[in-house]
C-alpha cells in the first residue's frame, strides 16, 4: 500500500476515536439477550422445494446466496455492518445437522408467526431422516453391525455429528487483497478451461458454486449501502450523515475490490468472516496474525494522517462487539459441550518468515483494544519467541491482569517443528518450506495449523475417564446399565497391573474406532450433502483443484479430534497400580465397591486413600507424569491404528489429535462415575490437558509446569492444553510480572507448548456463583477460551472454583 491508495477515500477512512460510544456498544451487547430467529429456517424451505433435482453444492450455494440477498438488514452505531440475523443478538437454528434438540425444546410452539410455525415443522419433517446425525448413525450401524448411540449415551465418545465440524485459519487477506471481482474472474477462466469430461464434473459444480456465492456476497455488501444511503438521505444530524455515507461508500466497494485503507479492511474482513459463520456456524473459524495482516493498511492511514493510535484501537473496538454478537446453539448437550466458544482465535507476535519478530504496532492496538472491553471474544494467543519485545510482553499481562485469562502463551519454536513434522513432506505440495513453517498460528482454541491451506474436519471427542471406567467394569457402564465397551475381562482376575493396562487399552482402541469410523462416515456425508462453497473459496488449495474442502481440495489437512482426560486416566492408572498391585493396601474388589457407592459412607477412607496417598500429576513427580505420557501415547497409537490410520479422505494424510477440553471435561464428568483418583460421581474431569486435577498440585506452580513437559509430547499432537490460576495481586508488581514470565519462559525451554492464566480472587467467584447479578462482566478462562463466568454451567464454575491457586 502507498499513501495515494490510502487517501483515495478520504472520507470513509477517515474516524476519530469515542469511548463513550464504545461503552454504549459494550452495554448493549451485554444487556440485549439472545434469542431464535426463524428466517434462516423459512428461507431454506423455500430453497429446498424450489431445487430439488439440483446437485448438493449448488442447491448449497443457492441457499446461501438466498439467505445473503434476502435476510433482513440493520444499521446501528457500530463503524461496522453485518449480523448474523435479523435482528441484534439474534441467532439462528441450522437442522441440518440434527433436530432432535429442536423436538425436545419444542422450536415449533416456540414460533411466533404462522410462517415460522411452517417452517419450523418442514425442517423437522425434512431433516428428520436427512440430517447428519440420523443419517451418519444409520449408515454406522449397516456398516459395522451395532449401533454406537450406547456409546454416545454412555460418554464414551461424543461425536461431532450432532452439530457442525470444521473450521481453521480462511484466507480473508485474498479477499481484502484482490477483491472478490479478480477471484471471480479466476474462477470463471478456470471453468471455462475445463475439458467437458466426466472426471471434471465436481470441479464444474464447484467453481459455478463459487461464484454463485461470490456474486451474492458483493450483493450483500451492497445492500447494506443501499440502506445506508437511504438513512442518510433521511438523517438530519450532519456527524451521523457522513457517517452512513462511509459506511455506504465501504461496503461499495469492499468485497468486491481491494480495501484501500483500515476501515475497509476491518469491514471486509468482517464480511468475509460472517459469511463463513452464516454458512456453517459454530466451526473455529479463527483470525490468524489479524493485526499483522492489517499493519499495512493501518500503517499508510496514519502516514496520510487519517488516524492515529488511538483511532485504530477505537476500530478495533468496533469490531471486537461485532464478533462477541455471533453465536449460536444446538441445543443443551451441546451447550454444556461447548459453552458456545467460537473459537474466532487471533494470534499476536511470533516469527516473520525469516525468523524476526513479526510483531506489528496493530498487535499493539489489538490487546489494547481487547484489554477495554474485556469480552471473551475474540482468543487472544501471544505466539512467544525469543525475539519477542518485553514492551509487548508488559501489553500481554496488562491484559492476563484484568482476569479475562488472555492471551494465552503458546510456543511458536512448537508451532515450527510441528509444522514440520506433521507436514513437511506431502505429495501434492513438497517439501514444506521453513518460512512457511514459522507463520504457523493458533487455529480454533489452542491448536496450531499452517493458515489459510489447511483443511480441518472435526472427529468429536473420547472420554478417558469413562474408558477407565469401562475397564473396571468389564465393558460395562453403571450409569447406563448397558455392555458399552468391549469384555476386556474383570480386573478381580487380574494377576497384575500390565493386564489392567492391556485392558484399558482395549477399552480405548474400541472408544477410538466407534469414534473416528463414525466421523470419517459424518465427514464423507458433509462433502455429499453439506458442502462448504464459501470456507473452500477461502481455503488455499481448492480454487486450484476445483474441490471443495470437504472432498479433499484444501493443500494441508489435519483433524480435530479432541482427547480428553488423560490426566484423570493417567492419575486414576496409577492409584490402581500403586494401591492394589504394588502395596496391596486396598484389594480390588473393595475398590470397585467404593466407585460403585461413590465413596460414600463406609468408602470415605477408601477416598482418602485415592485422592491424598497416592502420587498426582502435576507435582514433578516422575512415575506419575510418565503415567500420564503412557496414556498419551497409547490414545495417539489407538488413534493411528482405526482403519489404517489418516482421515476418510486417505489414510496416507498425515494428520494427528487435538488435547484440550472447552466445556466438555464438565459434560463428561456429569456421566462419568467415581474414579480411583478421588473424583467423584457427576463431578467433571481435570481441564485442559496437562492440566492438574484440581486441588493435586500442591508442590507449586514450577512442578506443575515441569510435568507438563514430560506428560505428552506436543510435536506430535496439534495442540496440548495447560491451564494455570494465580492470585489477583500476582501481575501488579515487578517481581510477579517477572516470575509469571519466567515460568513460561521455563515451560518452553523444555518443549512445552502452551500455558494460560486465571487471575482471580476464588472467594470472588464463589460470590459471583451466589449473587450473579453483581458479576455480570465477570470473564474467566476455561479451556481454551473465555467466558460469562455467570453464565457457564454451574459444573464447569465449580471446577473453575477448585483450580488450585498458585503463586509464582
Known amino acids: ?69 434476502r435476510k433482513k438488514l440493520f444499521i446501528d452505531d457500530n463503524l461496522f455492518v453485518g449480523a ?12 441440518e445437522w440434527n433436530v432432535l434438540w429442536m423436538k425436545e425444546e419444542k422450536t415449533v410452539e416456540k414460533s411466533k408467526t404462522k410462517e415460522d410455525k411452517e417452517a419450523n415443522a418442514w425442517a423437522l419433517e425434512y431433516w428428520d431422516e436427512r440430517g447428519l446425525k440420523s443419517r451418519t448413525e444409520s449408515i454406522f450401524q449397516q456398516r459395522y453391525g451395532f449401533d454406537p448411540a450406547p456409546c454416545y449415551e454412555s460418554g464414551l465418545v461424543v461425536p461431532f455429528h450432532d452439530w457442525p465440524g470444521g473450521g481453521g485459519n480462511l484466507n480473508y487477506p485474498m479477499v481484502y487483497q484482490q477483491g472478490l471481482a479478480s477471484v471471480i474472474k479466476d474462477v470463471e477462466e478456470r471453468m471455462m478451461s475445463l475439458e467437458m469430461r466426466l472426471e471434471n464434473t465436481d470441479k464444474l459444480y464447484f467453481y459455478q458454486a463459487s461464484l454463485i456465492v461470490m456474486k451474492a456476497m458483493i450483493r450483500w455488501a451492497n445492500r447494506y449501502a443501499e440502506l445506508a444511503r437511504e438513512m442518510a438521505a433521511k438523517e438530519k444530524d450532519e456527524v451521523r450523515k457522513a457517517e452512513l455515507i462511509a459506511i455506504a461508500e465501504t461496503c461499495e466497494h469492499v468485497p468486491e475490490h481491494p480495501a484501500r485503507n483500515l476501515r475497509e479492511v476491518m469491514q471486509c474482513h468482517f464480511f468475509c468472516h460472517l459469511a ?49 454478537e455471533i453465536n449460536y446453539y444446538y441445543g443443551e448437550k451441546v451447550a454444556l459441550q461447548n459453552s458456545a466458544d467460537l473459537g474466532q482465535s487471533i494470534t499476536l507476535a511470533g516469527y516473520t518468515e ?92 489452542v491448536g496450531s495449523y499452517i493458515p489459510y491451506e489447511t483443511g480441518h474436519p472435526v472427529e468429536g471427542q473420547p ?93 494441508y489437512y489435519t483433524v480435530a479430534q479432541i482427547s480428553v482426560g488423560a490426566v484423570d486416566a493417567g492419575n486414576g492408572l496409577m492409584a490402581i497400580k500403586d494401591l492394589v498391585f504394588d502395596k496391596k493396601k486396598l484389594p480390588m474388589a473393595e475398590l470397585k465397591k467404593a466407585l460403585a457407592a461413590n465413596f460414600e459412607g463406609e468408602y470415605e477412607k477408601v477416598h482418602k486413600m485415592c485422592y491424598e496417598d497416592v502420587p498426582k500429576y502435576g507435582n514433578d513427580i516422575d512415575e506419575v507424569d510418565f503415567m500420564v505420557r503412557r496414556v498419551n501415547d497409547s490414545v495417539l497409537r489407538a488413534f493411528e491404528s482405526v482403519d489404517g490410520g489418516g482421515n476418510y479422505i486417505s489414510k496416507d494424510i498425515k494428520t494427528s489429535m487435538d488435547q484440550y477440553t472447552k466445556s466438555v471435561h464438565n459434560l463428561m464428568g456429569l456421566v462419568t462415575g467415581a474414579l480411583p ?27 506443575l509446569i515441569m510435568s507438563a513437559t514430560k506428560g505428552n509430547d506436543p510435536v506430535k499432537w496439534c495442540a496440548t492444553h495447560m491451564n494455570l490460576k494465580l492470585p489477583p495481586d500476582q501481575l501488579k508488581t515487578r517481581k ?27 472467594e470472588m467467584l464463589r460470590d459471583a456463583q451466589k449473587h450473579p447479578e453483581n458479576y455480570r462482566d465477570l470473564v474467566v478462562r476455561v479451556a481454551g477460551f473465555s467466558a460469562f463466568f455467570t453464565q457457564l454451567h454451574v459444573g464447569v464454575q465449580n471446577e473453575v472454583i477448585e483450580r488450585t491457586l498458585q503463586r509464582c
Not at 448474523?84 to 437442522?95: R, T, V
Not at 483418583?677 to 512442578?703: F, I, Q, Y
Not at 517477572?738 to 482471580?760: E, I, K
Open 463 to 555: 472420554n478417558l475417564g469413562k474408558v477407565l471406567e469401562l475397564t473396571l467394569n468389564n465393558g460395562f457402564d453403571p450409569r447406563t446399565k448397558k455392555q458399552v465397551g468391549p469384555k476386556t475381562g474383570d480386573p478381580e482376575t487380574f494377576k497384575d497391573f500390565e493386564e489392567l493396562y492391556a485392558a484399558f487399552e482395549g477399552q480405548l482402541q474400541f472408544a477410538e474406532d466407534v469414534l473416528r469410523r463414525g466421523a470419517w462416515i459424518a465427514s464423507m456425508l458433509n462433502a455429499d450433502f453439506l458442502p462448504c462453497t464459501w470456507r473452500s473459496i477461502l481455503t488455499k488449495g481448492c480454487i486450484e483443484t476445483g474441490l471443495e474442502t470437504w472432498k479433499g481440495g484444501a493443500n
Open 84 to 95: 448474523m440475523a435479523g435482528s441484534y443478538k439474534a441467532i439462528y437454528p441450522n437442522p
Open 677 to 703: 483418583t478421588g473424583k467423584r460421581a457427576g463431578v467433571a474431569l481435570t481441564d485442559g490437558s496437562l492440566s492438574a486435577m484440581p486441588g493435586t498440585d500442591t508442590h507449586g506452580a514450577t512442578a
Open 276 to 324: 463463513a459463520e452464516l454458512e456453517q456456524v459454530g466451526c473455529g473459524y479463527s483470525e490468524a496474525y489479524l493485526g499483522q495482516n492489517l499493519q499495512p493498511y493501518y500503517q499508510a492511514d496514519k502516514d496520510a494522517g487519517l488516524i492515529d493510535y488511538d483511532d485504530a484501537v477505537f476500530m478495533f473496538q468496533n469490531l471486537v462487539v461485532r464478533l462477541n
Open 736 to 762: 510477579g510480572r517477572d516470575s509469571v514470565l519466567n515460568l513460561v519462559r521455563t515451560l518452553f525451554q523444555n518443549g512445552g507448548y502452551h500455558a494460560q492464566f486465571n487471575v482471580l480472587d476464588t
Open 354 to 445: 525469516e525468523g524476526g519478530d513479526a510483531t506489528a504496532e496493530m498487535d499493539y492496538v489489538i490487546l489494547d483494544a481487547c484489554t477495554y472491553l474485556s469480552f471473551p471474544q475474540p482468543p487472544l494467543s501471544c505466539a512467544l519467541t525469543p525475539k519477542t519485545p518485553g514492551k509487548f510482553l508488559e501489553k500481554v499481562l496488562d491484559c492476563i491482569g484484568t482476569g479475562v485469562g488472555m492471551p494465552q502463551f503458546v510456543n511458536a519454536d512448537v508451532m515450527v517443528e510441528r509444522a514440520l513434522y506433521l507436514w513437511g513432506n506431502t505429495e501434492r505440495n513438497g517439501a514444506l518450506p521453513l518460512g512457511k513453517a514459522r507463520r504457523t498460528c493458533v487455529g480454533a482454541c
Open 1 to 69: 500500500m502507498t499513501n495515494s491508495t490510502a487517501t483515495q477515500n478520504e472520507n470513509t477512512a477517515r474516524v476519530t476515536a469515542d469511548d463513550a460510544r464504545i461503552d454504549r456498544l459494550k452495554e448493549r451487547n451485554r444487556s440485549t439477550p439472545q434469542e431464535l430467529d426463524f428466517e434462516r429456517i423459512r428461507i431454506m424451505k423455500e430453497v429446498y422445494e424450489a431445487t430439488p433435482g439440483d446437485v448438493q453444492i449448488l442447491r448449497r450455494a443457492k441457499f446461501l446466496a438466498a439467505l445473503l440477498e
